[in-house]
């Protein structure tokens, strides 16, 4: 069983590298851009597939609650330009409500249970574990936002990102992964790690790239 994690692992972090390069080629760009959403949305299945122990209800809820409470704090963000400042979606990221897409949920689902995995491999205290994740969530979207408007997937007000938005980002993180501490949810799975390397990997190379060009 391990080594099929192992395996499966690898199978993620080729499956984005693959991912990085298509979005480069001019011809496969749209291609590779459309099938985003589905990597996002494969990336949490897994996650959740190798939980262990198995999945729970406990643990789906909450991390359901984590995900609509996840949008519905972007869908106040964009109307309000109050929570993180005056940025609008794109549409690389799929089916919106609200002028929000819906993935945006997925995605904090995503980033939330990676992190708090991945923490809590490095420390037993609680508090730690929360701050550290919450860092570790802050400096992946400082990474994010180099290359979200390249990708059409948001877009800041004279492509500027304000403080306010990682200083947001650390709260709401810090709120998300202290939720999950006072109901008990334990975010274990050995594929927390090769999926949050793969995205960082990820959406580097299209840095460096957007960079070079």
Do not use: C
Request: glycine share 6%; aromatic share 16%.
């Amino acid at each position: 069983m391990v080594r099929f994690e192992k395996q499966t692992g690898i199978i993620i972090f080729v499956f984005f590298l693959v991912g990085s390069a298509g979005i480069i080629i001019p011809r496969t760009h749209q291609l590779f851009l459309s099938l985003f959403p589905f990597a996002l949305i494969l990336s949490l299945f897994l996650i959740l597939l190798y939980h262990k122990p198995r999945i729970d209800g406990l643990t789906l809820l909450s991390l359901l609650i984590i995900g609509v409470a996840g949008f519905f704090i972007e869908v106040a963000g964009i109307k309000t330009h109050f929570i993180f400042g005056n940025y609008s979606y794109g549409n690389s990221l799929g089916f919106k409500i609200f002028d929000t897409p819906v993935l945006i949920g997925v995605n904090w689902i995503l980033l939330v249970y990676a992190t708090g995995s991945v923490s809590a491999r490095l420390s037993n205290n609680s508090l730690v574990t929360i701050l550290t994740a919450s860092l570790l969530m802050v400096l992946y979207d400082i990474l994010l936002e180099q290359t979200a408007g390249h990708l059409d997937m948001w877009h800041w007000k004279s492509n500027i990102v304000p403080f306010r938005n990682y200083f947001s980002w650390f709260i709401i993180a810090v709120v998300f992964h202290s939720f999950l501490k006072w109901r008990g949810v334990k975010t274990n799975s050995p594929l927390a790690f090769p999926v949050l390397i793969s995205q960082i990997v990820f959406f580097l190379i299209l840095f460096l790239y957007y960079i070079i060009i």
